[in-house]
């Protein structure tokens, strides 16, 4: 069984570029959740995409945005960058309607200078 | 008042010994408790999960919620220096419409030879 993976690993842009880091889902999974955690904090939920369309949104702007395509791979894409938008962004994968179990991949480091 | 409380800690303790984890909550709606360990620079990784109140055992791991005193904890016996991590309390309200974990800020464990 595959597990979930993401990339790249790490990333440094500048303020006001764009990125867009990628995420495999575990197989079998169908949902798809993308969080932020800056350092020394917990992860934030930035949203959750089903059946290719975004099924929730935690409080980002939506410079934040993202894609799940049809094998259920997922991009999430930020405009504008900030300097606070350094941090760890975590892709998680899970089953719909099959308990609140989210597997996470080793996240990409981005890195906004 | 934050959703989840977390002591960052760092906790340290010698090998063999017995580590108690804690969380509290404010959000009476949560239903789903999990726990992860995250090591440095990689992605959570899920240790226990508990739907509503009582205990559960696995291993050397013991997770406890109590949802009267919006409580979690998780207990690890016989530490070993390969359990210093970050240790992540996450909680769900359960599928409606979408899932969301909201996690505390983490625990660092240091566990010494």
């Known amino acids: 069984e595959t597990g979930v993976t993401q990339s790249p690993t790490h990333l440094i842009k500048t303020r006001g570029q764009q990125v867009t880091l990628r995420c495999s889902s575990q197989s079998g999974h169908n949902t798809v959740s993308w969080y932020q955690q800056a350092l020394g904090q917990g992860p934030q939920f930035i949203f959750q995409y089903y059946r290719e369309e975004e099924n929730g949104r935690g409080n980002f702007p939506p410079r934040f945005s993202g894609l799940q395509f049809p094998n259920y791979s997922s991009e999430l894409n930020v405009n504008a960058l900030e300097l606070d938008d350094s941090a760890l962004y975590l892709c998680?994968?899970?089953?719909?309607?099959?308990?609140?179990?989210?597997?996470f991949g080793p996240g990409t480091r981005l890195l906004v200078l | 008042q934050k959703e989840v409380e977390q002591d960052p800690g760092p906790l340290s303790v010698p090998e063999g010994a017995i580590v108690s984890l804690n969380c509290t909550y404010s959000n009476s709606a949560f239903q789903y408790f999990m726990w992860y360990r995250q090591y440095s620079r990689k992605g959570p990784e899920l240790l226990m999960y508990?739907?509503?109140?009582g205990n559960k055992e696995d291993g050397r791991f013991t997770a406890q919620v109590d949802k009267s005193s919006k409580y979690i904890s998780l207990f690890i016996r016989d530490s070993q220096p390969s359990d210093s991590a970050t240790y992540l309390c996450?909680?769900?309200?359960?599928?409606?419409?979408?899932?969301?974990?909201?996690f505390g800020k983490g625990t660092m464990l240091l566990v010494s030879p």
């Open positions: 998680a994968s899970s089953i719909r309607d099959s308990g609140e179990t989210q597997y």
């Open positions: 996450a909680m769900s309200e359960g599928y409606s419409g979408y899932s969301t974990l909201t």
């Open positions: 508990t739907y509503s109140s």
